[in-house]
């Protein structure tokens, strides 16, 4: 497997909301590497080679030749990024790295809790797995202040109508009373969390995004739901 810091061009970029981008950095002729879904890159501009962050991959394994990334205006990195990043621009790129992975095992049940731009890797986890045409089944509970801030919510509701397996749900936090959402609304609750669980002993929770998020939904799973501790992985962005 090539460990190699290489230096990627950005093949495309794609505003998925106002303040969130997609790049897709094309791999340099040679490049090879052996990743994983759900890994990430770690990424800096040629010309600040000391400043570098991470972002996990939202596409997955089956997709060779490119990386993508999806990310959040937030910080230096991320205002530099979503504001100037464009197609041509070089960024260096740290292999992919990381032990977040969907266990993609046929009876298994993966219950993904996300908020805002911490559901990035998801989309990996449900490209592969409907690529694959796998029975693992995928279930999104996905927090977000309104529906304007839902990320990927037209290629979701389109893998849910390829993928039997797949269910994408949204709860919004801070929508007005007039707003005619017939969807889910209130945070992330243990009641909502435990009406998604069938055979819990083959169920794997996975939580993603800022530390906090993270932190809140491992004590909703491990402390009021009671579940075992390694049957949940957490990737916290800091
Ligand atoms: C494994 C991993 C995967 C990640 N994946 C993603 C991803 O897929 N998408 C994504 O968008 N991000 C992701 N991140 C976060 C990403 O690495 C960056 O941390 C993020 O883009 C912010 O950039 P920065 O670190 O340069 O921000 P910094 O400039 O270091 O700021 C960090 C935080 O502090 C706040 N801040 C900065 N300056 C001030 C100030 N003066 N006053 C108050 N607050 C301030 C910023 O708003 C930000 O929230 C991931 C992180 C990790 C560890």
Not at 122 to 138: E, N, Q, Y
Not at 198 to 217: I, K, Q, S, W
């Amino acid at each position: 497997m090539a460990k190699i810091i290489a230096e990627m061009a950005i093949d495309t970029v794609t505003m998925e909301l106002p303040d969130t981008k997609t790049l897709k950095l094309a791999w340099p002729e040679g490049y090879t590497v052996d990743f994983k879904t759900g890994q990430f890159i770690t990424v800096y501009w040629p010309d600040t080679p000391g400043y570098k962050r991470a972002y996990s991959l939202s596409s997955c394994a089956m997709d060779q030749g490119f990386f993508e990334v999806t990310v959040k205006r937030d910080g230096k990195m991320g205002t530099r990024i979503v504001d100037w990043a464009k197609a041509g621009d070089k960024l260096g790129v740290l292999p992919p790295a990381g032990k977040f992975l969907p266990v993609l095992e046929p009876d298994k049940h993966l219950v993904c809790i996300a908020g805002g731009s911490g559901v990035t890797p998801f989309r990996g986890f449900v490209r592969d797995a409907t690529r694959r045409k796998l029975a693992t089944r995928i279930t999104i509970l996905y927090s977000v202040r309104t529906t304007a801030d839902i990320i990927f919510n037209a290629e979701f509701r389109q893998l849910e109508q390829e993928n039997p397996n797949f269910k994408f749900h949204v709860t919004c936090t801070r929508l007005g009373a007039e707003d005619p959402w017939p969807g889910r609304r209130g945070r992330i609750d243990a009641d909502w969390v435990r009406s998604q669980i069938g055979d819990v002993a083959n169920t794997v929770f996975y939580a993603c995004g800022p530390n906090a998020l993270v932190e809140n939904t491992h004590d909703l799973v491990v402390k009021e739901l009671g579940i075992p501790k390694t049957q949940m992985l957490l990737e916290k962005w800091g």
